[in-house]
């Protein structure tokens, strides 16, 4: 629960106990000192309340008229004074003129707080033997706690602004600490997410900047290594083009004439069929299988390397691919938007834009079962955007590309592109998105 919290509450937390913990011990010891100091204070008050009382009673007792000696006393009295004359026939002390707990403005909580004391004393009167009355001694204690009420007013207040003081310092201190933080964590996620341009700005307490500059190092080294390995990639790539180009000149130029050869030498055996008797049906199999072969090896040429994306164009290309994708699948609706000024796009870009075409309509009709296909191509700014997407099956859980696709995304990648396939609204997307700019100033490799 504890680690669950943010920082600030972390920090928080334990202050404002701990400035709670000392308003608390505060009072308690306010109420321990504030009740023994406050009987101290009077103790004085309570012996004199009994000498004034032991001297009445002697003057009363060596007086020949006792009764006048106490009114006398009693008149001299000043009612505002603590001590007081109570006569016995009067059945109740009198009240002093403030009232012997006039607060001043003290909260009744914070008097029940003190646990006062009784600090009254009454010493007997005696005339003849006989008890008359009391001089009783019924403190005025609003002063002293009006004292410590503004004694208390003003440990609070102290607890109070030492604990903003400290909140804003420590609010102030955790933001410094917190936001270099935060940009530290951005900073991670958009290396893990593979952008290593932006660098994390550096800032905080030596340690954080520190990590903050090993996070850009990290970045820079990866950013290299990225740029290495499109490189490698790139090469690559253009070595295999290398190689299909080789393969296919090879295919072309020596299987062809020899297929043509064969095929001349059939027909016209086939020709001097009525003069060959049987021979006519075996040459006529053999036309067909050699018919074959060329159609097989016009595939593998088309597959190797289309050799006519640079005489027709790109758009021209995909567009070819298509219609024959059409007649290779009749029962697939194939619909199809593309941009013409994808004419203009040559070398390793227009060829990886049609394989991945090329690859996505050949898993439509392989795997995906589809009854529907759309394609589209087009330039937006300084990127290339192409989607293909079918109502077929999907691709199986676990296994979101193919051996085929998985080619694609290494020339993609090498291209400095990304290549994504998913499922939405019960279809399958392939989509590609190439820098355009990027791959036009690449060389192209043949």
């Known amino acids: 629960m504890w680690q669950r919290l943010s920082f600030r509450t972390q920090l928080f937390l334990p202050l404002g106990a701990s400035f709670l913990a000392a308003l608390i011990l505060g009072g308690v010891l306010l109420q321990i000192f504030a009740t023994g100091q406050l009987a101290e204070e009077n103790e004085p008050r309570r012996r004199s309340t009994e000498a004034i009382a032991a001297a009445l009673n002697n003057t009363l007792r060596a007086s020949d008229n006792p009764r006048q000696t106490l009114d006398a ?25 403030d009232g012997p707990r006039k ?26 033997g006989r008890r008359i009355g009391d001089i009783v001694f019924v403190p005025d204690i609003s002063a002293d706690l009006f004292e410590k009420w503004i004694g208390f007013l003003a440990l609070t207040s102290l607890v109070a602004g030492l604990m903003v003081l400290t909140g804003t310092i420590a609010y102030v201190l955790a933001g410094s600490v917190l936001r270099p933080l935060q940009d530290l964590g951005e900073g991670l996620t958009r290396i893990r997410q593979g952008d290593y341009t932006r660098p994390i700005p550096v800032g905080g307490p030596p340690e954080i900047r520190q990590g903050c500059e090993e996070a850009n190092a990290l970045a820079a080294t990866l950013a290299q290594l990225s740029r290495d390995n499109r490189d490698l990639m790139h090469r690559l790539v ?8 080789d393969l296919a000149r090879e295919l072309h130029d020596e299987l062809g004439p020899l297929l ?32 074959a072969l060329q159609q097989t090896n ?29 007649k290779q699948a009749p029962h697939i609706a194939v619909t199809d938007t593309i941009d013409p000024d994808l004419n203009v796009i040559h070398g ?3 060829q990886t834009v049609y394989r991945v075409i090329q690859e996505a309509l050949t898993n439509a009709l392989r795997h995906a079962e589809a009854s529907n296909v759309d394609v589209q191509a087009a330039v937006a700014g300084e990127t290339l955007v192409v989607e293909i997407s079918d109502d077929g ?25 990304s290549l994504s396939l998913l499922r939405m609204d019960e279809r399958t997307y392939v989509r590609c998105r190439l820098p355009v700019q990027a791959t036009r100033d690449a060389p192209s490799s043949g």
């Not at 069929?273 to 067909?288: D, Y």
């Not at 088309?302 to 070819?320: C, F």
């Not at 099956?393 to 993609?412: K, Y």
């Open 298 to 326: 016009r595939r593998i040429l088309d597959r190797l390397r289309p050799l006519y994306i640079e005489e027709l164009g790109l758009a021209t290309s995909v567009q070819t691919l298509i219609r024959n994708f059409g």
């Open 238 to 245: 253009s070595l295999q083009d290398d190689e299909r180009r």
């Open 73 to 97: 006393f009693v008149h001299s009295l000043d009612t505002s004074s603590d001590i007081q004359f109570r006569a016995l026939e009067a059945g109740a002390a009198p009240v002093p003129k």
């Open 260 to 291: 043509f050869s064969i095929r001349a030498g059939t027909i016209a055996l086939v020709d001097a069929a009525p003069q060959t008797g049987n021979l006519g049906n075996s040459a006529r199999e053999v036309l067909q299988s050699v018919e």
């Open 348 to 350: 390793p870009l227009a």
């Open 103 to 128: 607060s001043h403005g003290v909260p009744q909580w914070f008097i029940d707080l003190l646990a006062i004391p009784n600090l009254g004393v009454a010493s007997p009167v005696m005339i003849d």
């Open 393 to 417: 099956g999907g691709f199986p859980a676990g296994n979101i590309f193919g051996r085929g696709l998985t080619g694609m995304h290494e020339r993609v990648r090498a291209l400095s592109g």
